[in-house]
């Protein structure tokens, strides 16, 4: 074979020059068969020999040798060494200029070789690139998209295989396939060829590629893509071609528009039906797929519309199956129905009839399953939906009677930081207005120690930030000396001080407030503090900055004239010259501003 082969490639650099004889026709069969017997091999033949720079010749005039070399040329460019070597060759542009013929056999063949030759080579794409392959091919596409005969049906699988080769991994390019308009053609696609597997998954696999891309998500919006994949999702059985619809759909449930037609298309039963089919598997492709299906569904809630549509008033049968993901033995569910009620609980209306309905009590068997050794996230995702059902003022008291608190606080010695997060935020939620909780929560020493302890997590600004609100809270909602008491023997205080000093207005405010009601309340026990946080020189810098806002200058004064009954602040406060600076805020353009440096202007007066 290797002599014939030899003696071919020999003949067919004596005989190129003539394209349409019959002596080249019959190197070109000789060639294809030793490919066909060892691809690498021949292909290392062909490239030693110097056939390659033959080629552009031979594909130059249209005769029954054209579909041959252009065979030949997808052959060879199987093998990732002889993609460069196409390229080099000069073998984009006579190939392109092919894809103008009619002939379907070369348009196959082009086709194949333009879309290996770009499988994974930069040279190739950008080649093909140059030379306006894509945007013939994507003509092409359109053009035949309403024929289904067999033949037809396999030049639009290899045309489809090219764009997707010469667009993957590649932003740019994916981008100029979608500003051509390609997705509507290939949803078309779906739809007209729903019988033919390997051109719909062609079409897959490009939509899995393309979907990525944001530009991408508005154009699939305006066609009918959410039922075609439902469609075809329903009459899948195979867990790889649900897969394959599963990476679509991830990608293009991110867009509000197309979460709710993918919810009226009917993806949630299709869902639900797969969790149900997989929930009990131990089989490792069952476990995966119930993990994408229950993560799409939560996907699908994050969009307020879609969200809505499936809540139905609490009445839905969708929330209500959600619902009892929560209770299974199942983490995977567990998680997915904790986030679900977390995302479902985006607006009051929602919050309220949720609690009202018992939720409450079934988020909080669920992390008591979860206390020792539990899994982390669960716990994120369960404190997560409490926090969120914690915002609505009338819930705080029901969730508070319920017993929240005190559940939450079993995760206070969790080492998580995503755990800590959402535990805080869930505390602070629930005692927002309610002085009473606030008074509890802020004398019970374990906790405002723990505090204390995750206001120096500097590697978790999170946790750091949530611990520093909820210590503001519970002195800003409580106004009790027990609770200010607390928190100065835990060493509360310094941290207070520093969270004035935030780059966040709202932190910033909250820490004033509370340091103004540590002074009211205590100030005798909180002085030393005061004094080694440098409160007095913190309260200059605020009044004395342009950059801060009116209610800071303002609370600022406040506390000013708070800390002026100690005798070593009084004195730090004389040292600044504070009147200097509060005189002249008295003619600050905000007039509650300007009214609190008079006062404050006279009580440093009075005391000077």
């Known amino acids: 074979m290797a002599d014939n082969?030899?003696?071919?490639?020999?003949?067919?650099?004596?005989?190129?020059?003539?394209?349409?004889?019959?002596?080249?026709?019959?190197?070109?069969?000789?060639?294809?068969?030793?490919?066909?017997?060892?691809?690498?091999?021949?292909?290392?033949?062909?490239?030693?020999?110097?056939?390659?720079?033959?080629?552009?010749?031979?594909?130059?005039?249209?005769?029954?040798?054209?579909?041959?070399?252009?065979?030949?040329i997808a052959e060879v460019a199987k093998n990732e060494f002889m993609r460069s070597p196409c390229v080099e060759a000069g073998?984009?542009?006579?190939?392109?200029?092919?894809?103008?013929?009619?002939?379907?056999?070369?348009?196959?063949?082009?086709?194949?070789?333009?879309?290996?030759?770009?499988?994974?080579?930069?040279?190739?794409?950008?080649?093909?690139?140059?030379?306006?392959?894509?945007?013939?091919?994507?003509?092409?596409?359109?053009?035949?998209?309403?024929?289904?005969?067999?033949?037809?049906?396999?030049?639009?699988t290899v045309f489809c295989g090219m764009l997707m080769n010469y667009s993957n991994d590649n932003d740019t390019?994916?981008?100029?396939?979608?500003?051509?308009?390609?997705?509507?053609?290939?949803?078309?696609?779906?739809?007209?060829?729903?019988?033919?597997?390997?051109?719909?998954?062609?079409?897959?696999?490009?939509?899995?590629?393309?979907?990525?891309?944001?530009?991408?998500?508005?154009?699939?919006?305006?066609?009918?893509?959410?039922?075609?994949?439902?469609?075809?999702?329903?009459?899948?059985?195979?867990?790889?071609?649900?897969?394959?619809?599963?990476?679509?759909?991830?990608?293009?449930?991110?867009?509000?528009?197309?979460?709710?037609?993918?919810?009226?298309?009917?993806?949630?039963?299709?869902?639900?039906?797969?969790?149900?089919?997989?929930?009990?598997?131990?089989?490792?492709?069952?476990?995966?797929q119930l993990k994408t299906a229950s993560d799409l569904m939560v996907l699908l809630l994050l969009g307020d519309e879609s969200m809505q549509k499936l809540f139905e008033g609490g009445k839905g049968s969708v929330f209500q199956r959600v619902l009892s993901w929560v209770p299974?033995?199942?983490?995977?569910?567990?998680?997915?129905?904790?986030?679900?009620?977390?995302?479902?609980?985006?607006?009051?209306?929602?919050?309220?009839?949720?609690?009202?309905?018992?939720?409450?009590?079934?988020?909080?068997?669920l992390l008591d399953r979860h206390v020792e050794e539990g899994n982390v996230t669960v716990q994120h995702a369960a404190l997560s939906a409490l926090r969120n059902l914690a915002i609505p003022v009338v819930n705080k008291s029901k969730m508070l009677t319920a017993g929240v608190a005190d559940v939450v606080l079993k995760f206070l010695k969790s080492e998580m930081p995503p755990v800590q997060f959402k535990l805080l935020g869930t505390l602070r939620m629930l005692i927002?207005?309610?002085?009473?909780?606030?008074?509890?929560?802020?004398?019970?020493?374990?906790?405002v120690e723990r505090l204390v302890e995750w206001c120096e997590a500097k590697d978790h600004a999170g946790v750091m930030g949530e611990s520093n609100r909820l210590l503001s809270a519970l002195i800003r909602h409580s106004k009790?000396?027990?609770?200010?008491?607390?928190?100065?023997?835990?060493?509360?205080?310094?941290?207070?001080?520093?969270?004035?000093?935030?780059?966040?207005?709202?932190?910033?405010?909250?820490?004033?407030?509370?340091?103004?009601?540590?002074?009211?309340?205590?100030?005798?026990?909180a002085e030393k503090d005061f004094v080694g946080a440098t409160l007095v020189q913190v309260l200059h810098k605020l009044l004395t900055e342009e950059k801060s806002a009116p209610e800071i200058k303002y609370n600022s004064m406040i506390l000013i004239c708070s800390v002026m009954g100690s005798e070593p602040l009084h004195k730090e406060v004389q040292s600044l010259a504070f009147i200097d600076v509060v005189s002249k805020l008295r003619s600050h353009e905000n007039k509650t501003v300007a009214h609190q440096a008079s006062l404050t202007e006279q009580r440093l007066t009075a005391q000077s």
């Open 480 to 525: 009790s000396k027990d609770v200010v008491r607390s928190v100065i023997q835990c060493g509360g205080v310094k941290h207070l001080v520093t969270m004035a000093t935030s780059e966040h207005m709202i932190m910033q405010n909250e820490a004033l407030v509370a340091l103004g009601l540590i002074a009211a309340l205590d100030l005798d026990s």
């Open 91 to 156: 073998l984009i542009p006579p190939l392109v200029q092919l894809l103008n013929c009619k002939d379907q056999e070369v348009l196959l063949q082009t086709g194949r070789a333009l879309g290996n030759i770009c499988y994974d080579s930069h040279e190739g794409r950008s080649a093909v690139d140059e030379a306006g392959g894509a945007q013939i091919v994507a003509e092409h596409i359109k053009a035949l998209a309403d024929n289904t005969d067999s033949a037809t049906g396999k030049l639009l």
């Open 328 to 365: 299974s033995n199942n983490h995977q569910l567990q998680l997915a129905g904790a986030l679900a009620i977390a995302n479902f609980a985006r607006n009051d209306g929602n919050c309220i009839h949720m609690v009202d309905t018992g939720i409450v009590q079934m988020l909080l068997e």
């Open 5 to 72: 082969l030899c003696e071919a490639l020999k003949t067919l650099k004596l005989s190129s020059a003539d394209s349409a004889s019959d002596s080249v026709e019959s190197c070109l069969d000789c060639l294809l068969k030793a490919l066909a017997q060892n691809n690498v091999e021949s292909s290392e033949k062909i490239l030693e020999m110097g056939i390659l720079p033959l080629m552009p010749s031979l594909l130059a005039t249209q005769n029954s040798c054209t579909p041959k070399v252009a065979n030949i």
């Open 173 to 288: 390019l994916q981008a100029q396939l979608i500003s051509m308009g390609v997705i509507p053609t290939l949803v078309k696609l779906l739809g007209v060829h729903s019988q033919n597997t390997a051109l719909t998954e062609m079409c897959l696999i490009a939509f899995g590629n393309l979907a990525e891309l944001e530009s991408s998500k508005e154009q699939f919006a305006s066609t009918n893509i959410a039922e075609e994949l439902v469609r075809m999702f329903r009459k899948q059985t195979e867990h790889e071609k649900k897969e394959m619809i599963f990476e679509v759909l991830a990608p293009l449930a991110e867009n509000d528009v197309i979460k709710l037609q993918l919810v009226e298309a009917g993806l949630v039963e299709c869902l639900l039906d797969v969790v149900g089919q997989t929930v009990e598997s131990d089989r490792e492709e069952e476990i995966a």
């Open 432 to 447: 927002d207005t309610q002085a009473d909780a606030a008074d509890q929560l802020g004398t019970k020493q374990k906790l």
